[in-house]
C-alpha cells in the first residue's frame, strides 16, 4: 500500500506543478525538485530491510562485506545521479543533465575498482 501513497503524492505534485507553472515556471520547477526529493527519501528509508537481508547473506557465505558496501554505495549513485539528471532534463538544462550522469559513471567506475582487483585476485589464485 505504500506505493499507492508515493503514487498520489506524485500525481498531486503533478497537478499542483502543472497549475503553478503556468504563472510562475520557477516555482513550479522548485516544487517539482522538492517533490523528487521527498520521493526518493521516502524510497530510500524502505531499503532498510533489504540491506539487512543482504548483510545476513553476506555474512552466512563467507563474503567481504567490503564488497557489498560498494555494491550498495554504487546502487545509491546510480539513484542520486539518475534523479539529478532528470531534474535538470525538466528544468531545461539537458546538456547539465548530460555532465552529471558522465560524472556518475566515471564515479562508480572508479569505485569499482576495488571489487575488479579482487576478482582479478581470485583469478589468479585459481590459475
Request: glycine residues 6%; charged residues 20%.
Amino acid at each position: 500500500m505504500e506505493i499507492l501513497k508515493m503514487s498520489a503524492f506524485a500525481l498531486m505534485a503533478v497537478v499542483i506543478i502543472v497549475l503553478i507553472k503556468q504563472e510562475k515556471k520557477e516555482i513550479g520547477i522548485t516544487i517539482s525538485i522538492l517533490a523528487a526529493v521527498l520521493l526518493a527519501a521516502f524510497a530510500i528509508l524502505k531499503l532498510n530491510d533489504v540491506i539487512d537481508l543482504l548483510y545476513n547473506l553476506t555474512s552466512k557465505i563467507g563474503v567481504n562485506a567490503k564488497y557489498l558496501e560498494i555494491i550498495l554505495k554504487v546502487v545509491g549513485i546510480a539513484y542520486i545521479i539518475e534523479l539529478t539528471k532528470d531534474v535538470c532534463v525538466d528544468s531545461g538544462e539537458t546538456a547539465l543533465g548530460s555532465k552529471v550522469e558522465m560524472a556518475g559513471k566515471i564515479t562508480i567506475t572508479a569505485m569499482t575498482i576495488p571489487i575488479l582487483t579482487g576478482i582479478i585476485e581470485v583469478i589468479n589464485k585459481l590459475i
